[in-house]
């Protein structure tokens, strides 16, 4: 079996759609700037409702206008917000994909690197149950709101953490970057259930989570493990998981302010292993590109056209 494979060759069925990582990569290289943001957005908006016509993203394109990927990422999950539900399910079925990702990743730790200690394997072979339990759970949550597998493109940013071909990074990546931000949507989600009163998603949630704080802690050990008596080596790591968490901060979205589309799971950390100092970092990074704020700025500007434009097509039509 090969080792090291490409984002691209994970294996899925008829179910699935692939969505390449393009609209996020453009942002992160756009200007600080909301007319440039908007022009830009306008200018793809055929394309973007084109690429959701038929899809259950095509009522958030309907409510929210081309801009609806921003609002979405920028705001926190409401149950009364337009298209609440639809926003719920979009953020579960990213959670499914995510898992999956998540066994794939570790999985693949396992076997890419055959020199590790035994204990090592072991930890990645419990992480490997865990994540496919977990996949179960988060299907039968998605049918539970009323979804189904593939209602939405499937995006692999998060495996592209699992890349790194050095051990320490890897599980820096994977069991820090990756499950750490795990720790923060759980978290989030279970606010959510508790706010909804859905005693079954609470539950469920509160169950898995339990699961990925160990994932944290398997990171934060073997980590100290492999680059123990080589603190270059250990800066090293320490440099990727930053640059791992600067792209899951989806430009200031995930942070540890009231607001947060994604607050930090600031307690829930601790207990994996995470340090203060290391929050600390964590609630000051944000990704490259505009802010949050030039970001909402620009989504609310490009709602507000996208109303005005079908109150008018709707005028045109109504006289011819
Ligand atoms: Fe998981
Ligand atoms: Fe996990």
Redesign the pocket.
């Known amino acids: 079996m090969k080792r090291f494979i490409d984002p691209n060759e994970l294996a899925r069925d008829s179910r699935f759609v692939r969505q390449d990582n393009a609209q996020s990569t453009v942002l992160a290289a756009m200007p600080d700037d909301v007319d440039v943001i908007v022009n830009a957005f306008e200018q793809f908006s055929p394309m973007i409702e084109e690429s959701v016509r038929g899809t259950a993203a095509q009522s958030l394109f309907d409510a929210y206008g081309p801009a609806f990927a921003l609002t979405v990422i920028n705001e926190p999950i409401d149950p009364d917000a337009p298209e609440g539900l639809t926003r719920l399910l979009l953020r579960m079925h990213g959670i499914f994909v995510g898992?999956m990702q998540?066994l794939e990743g570790a999985a693949r730790s396992l076997w890419d690197f055959p020199d590790t200690p035994w204990e090592f394997k072991m930890n990645m072979a419990r992480q490997c149950w865990?994540?496919a339990r977990?996949i179960q759970i988060f299907e039968k949550l998605l049918v539970h709101l009323g979804g189904y597998v593939g209602m939405f493109p499937e995006s692999t940013f998060l495996f592209e953490a699992a890349c790194s071909d050095d051990p320490a990074m890897r599980v820096a990546g994977v069991n820090r970057g990756l499950?750490g931000l795990?720790c923060d949507v759980f978290r989030d989600m279970i606010r959510y259930a508790e706010k909804t009163g859905d005693e079954k998603m609470r539950q469920a949630v509160d169950y898995?989570l339990a699961?990925?704080l160990t994932?944290v802690r398997f990171g934060s050990e073997w980590v100290r493990e492999f680059t123990k008596d080589d603190p270059e080596y250990l800066k090293r790591t320490q440099d990727y998981r930053r640059a791992v968490d600067k792209q899951f901060s989806f430009g200031g979205a995930r942070s540890d302010r009231e607001d947060a589309a994604i607050p930090i799971a600031w307690e829930d950390r601790l207990e994996a292993g995470f340090t203060e100092e290391e929050l600390t970092e964590l609630a000051n990074l944000s990704g490259d590109g505009p802010s949050k704020k030039t970001l909402t700025a620009a989504a609310k500007i490009l709602r507000e056209r996208h109303f005005e434009k079908r109150t008018a097509n709707a005028e045109t039509g109504a006289q011819s």
């Open positions: 898992e998540a865990d994540e977990h499950e795990a898995v699961d990925e994932h």
